[in-house]
Nanobody, 124 residues
């Protein structure tokens, strides 16, 4: 399984970006997909995730109301629409995929495959 993240860049505070993640390759049933972010010296943390079977969505408190995660099951794509960006959103963003139905969907350890990361820089 390969995940390819794209869409990062430099944006002013208050602006918007849309991240995309293409999922390729054969794999067992998807349990969850998610976006995480990581800054130097910190652990990778959840931004948003979707439980694949029932569409339950989780957001980190810091992004709820500003970010929207979505999926296109036909194109095997996931997206993260980020609005009203703040300087503290500056980070490398990673998309992840879980095929493990007995795990949760909000922790880094729940995911089996990762994209390469895309850098989002928000200038204040």
């Amino acid at each position: 399984v390969q995940l390819q993240a794209s869409g990062g860049g430099l944006v002013e505070a208050g602006g918007s970006l849309r991240l995309s993640c293409a999922i390729a390759g054969r794999h067992f049933s998807t349990h969850a997909i998610g976006w995480f972010r990581q800054t130097p010296g910190k652990e990778r943390g959840l931004v948003a995730s979707i439980a694949w079977s029932d569409g339950r969505i989780y957001y980190a408190d810091s992004v709820r109301g500003r970010f929207t995660i979505s999926r296109d099951t036909v194109k095997n794509m996931i997206y993260l629409q980020m609005n009203n960006l703040k300087s503290e959103d500056t980070s490398v963003y990673y998309c992840g995929l879980s095929i493990s139905p007995h795990r949760g969907i909000t922790d880094e350890e729940d995911y089996d495959f990762w994209g390469q990361g895309t850098l989002v820089t928000v200038s204040s």
